[in-house]
């Protein structure tokens, strides 16, 4: 409970889903718990979007809930509008209409999922941050929340005002029928430029460029229930179920070029290694900025020139000293796409005026400028320092160089009390599972029970790690960091199956590293199988256990020899 009356700000975006525009399922969550806050503490509850005119339905819905009021900001000159614009507009929009005791927002978008408006908002606002909050409780002007971060679960406490992002399963979903909406002209702001701090979306530092469908490259062989057998026969013909993976090419030499840094995740070393492989690939000096860890020959095998040590993982501070300390800021940074590295990245792009690209799936330069692939389309940005997020296995991992060596130093990190405080760090998965993994069999909407004692079989045979789409992660049915697609992670296995997938582009943008694809789906017409190499027609109930048999049938085989066996150090657990 709370003493007190609490104003609360919802930040809320429209996304299409089936053609049509809905409001984001975070951000429905957010206007759910805002609502239920302002009733319960006497407060009121504000909900704000920025969209062309359209956009008001949304506020429509949110009244219809029991918003008290809603804010749209609209302007011709905001199409267009990067993540950078839209956190400034929103911001400036959030400042002029405030102030606010807590700041809600979807912990991400369906349509383009960056995680990174929360930790600019709080940037420019000059505010705390955490998220993705799956509890959340206010007392007076203290908030307490349990957040889905990667592979842990954070309980962290701290003071209002805040900003706060949620995930799918902090509440139900504030959903109002189209008939019951009220009219939302009276109760409505509209906001347009000039707003303090905003900018024209033409001032972008960012320019999307849409890319044409990828062209067929994968085999697409399509197989019928009965023809399983013949499947496993053309995963050992491709190697898919060999013994021995070809050991990964080292890490490139030394090259003249920009100065690259890497942003290194305190709690997920394992995705150092990918992004100094990339940043040794593009060529240049390459400064790692990491906390304590592994010794400085080892990270110069990797790829890094120059090691940065601080010792404080807090994400406020982080950013400050990212933007603060440099002789001369970076050409390019490149980070995880994990928790904390989103929250000091967003924070240090909206500190230094950066462009960012956010879960990108490759990374390049073309003289001064960075191009990177994201789903769907190609980011470029001219800015210095360009910030660049990358998603967990979306890039090659490499053998260790030899013979180079990086030198070293120390930069203090000041604390920062108005930061939220862990309380609590609890791991719930071993994150680096699916990037170790040389087999992954991820489940889709159509596997109802991902626990079937089939699947348990196949990840067996295989030696496989369990995987799933968003939709079933947001169930909680499996872990966060057990996600594939552009809302998760990417993956490089030598096999990927996937079951009950459909292949939503944002989720095959994430697998197109894996050696081989084998897709099982009854539906025949599953955009999967067009990106897929073997495709067996089905219901998963009928093909997995003929798959199964099939491939302990092969690895009884003496010629072929044993299935799986090999796993590169996978659990095959769930």
Not at 383 to 392: A, D, K, M, N, Y
């Amino acid at each position: 409970m709370t003493d007190r009356s609490v104003r609360v700000a919802v930040l809320a975006k429209q996304v299409t889903v089936f053609g049509q525009l809905e409001i984001n399922p975070y951000c429905r969550r957010a206007i759910a718990y805002g609502v239920e806050l302002a009733r319960r503490s006497g407060g009121s509850c504000t909900v704000f979007t920025m969209g062309p005119p359209q956009a008001r339905d949304l506020l429509a819905e949110a009244l219809g809930y029991g918003a008290d009021a809603g804010v749209h900001v609209c302007d011709p000159a905001l199409a267009g509008a990067d993540l950078l614009v839209t956190a400034r507009a929103l911001a400036a929009a959030v400042a002029e209409v405030g102030p606010f005791d807590l700041i809600l927002l979807g912990k991400a978008s369906l349509d383009a999922e960056t995680g990174q408006l929360g930790p600019q908002l709080a940037g420019l606002l000059d505010l705390p941050f955490t998220g993705a909050a799956v509890e959340l409780q206010v007392t007076n002007s203290t908030l307490r929340a349990t957040c889905e971060q990667d592979d842990a679960l954070v309980d962290v406490i701290g003071t209002l005002p805040a900003v706060v992002t949620v995930a799918e399963r902090l509440c139900a979903p504030a959903k109002v029928p189209p008939h019951e909406r009220p009219d939302p002209a009276p109760a409505v702001t509209v906001l347009g430029l000039p707003l303090p701090g905003a900018v024209p979306g033409s001032e972008s530092p960012t320019i999307t460029r849409p890319l044409p469908p990828r062209q067929q490259v994968r085999a697409g062989r399509l197989l019928a229930v009965g023809q399983v057998t013949e499947a496993v026969a053309e995963l050992r013909r491709r190697g898919a179920l060999d013994h021995d993976v070809p050991a990964p090419s080292p890490v490139g030499p030394p090259r003249p070029g920009p100065l690259i840094e890497v942003l290194a995740d305190p709690e997920h070393g394992e995705l150092t290694a990918e992004l100094l492989a990339a940043a040794a690939e593009i060529g240049g000096t390459v400064r790692l900025l990491c906390g304590p860890g592994p010794d400085r020959q080892a990270l110069a095998g990797l790829g890094a020139d120059e090691i940065w040590r601080w010792s404080s993982p807090d994400p406020g501070p982080a950013a400050v000293a990212v933007a603060r300390s440099h002789e001369r800021p970076p050409d390019l940074l490149l980070a995880p796409a994990t928790a904390w590295a989103r929250a000091v990245v967003g924070r240090y792009a909206v500190l230094v005026g950066a462009g960012l690209i956010a879960d990108a799936v490759d990374v390049a330069r073309a003289g001064r400028v960075t191009v990177a692939s994201v789903a769907g389309g190609e980011v470029r940005c001219e800015t210095i320092p360009t910030l660049v997020t990358v998603g967990p296995g979306a890039l090659p991992i490499r053998a260790p160089r030899r013979g180079t060596a990086a030198t070293e130093r120390w930069w203090q990190v000041p604390a920062d009390s108005r930061d939220v405080t862990v309380l609590d760090h609890r791991r719930v998965d071993d994150y680096s599972a699916l990037t170790r993994a040389a087999a992954v069999v991820c489940v889709g909407l159509g596997v109802d029970d991902p626990a079937d004692p089939a699947l348990r079989a196949l990840l067996r045979v295989l030696g496989a790690e369990l995987a799933a789409t968003r939709k079933l992660t947001d169930r909680g049915v499996l872990p966060r960091s057990r996600q594939i697609g552009v809302t998760g992670r990417g993956v490089r296995p030598r096999l990927y199956v996937g079951v009950g997938v459909s292949g939503k582009p944002h989720h095959l943008a994430s697998v197109q590293g894996a050696g081989t694809i084998l897709a099982i789906n009854s539906d025949p017409a599953a955009p999967i199988f067009a990106a897929a190499d073997i495709g067996i027609v089905g219901s998963w109930q009928e093909v997995v256990p003929a798959l199964v048999a099939a491939l302990e049938d092969d690895s009884a085989d003496p010629v072929t020899g044993p299935v799986g066996a090999h796993g590169a150090g996978v659990s095959g657990r769930c």
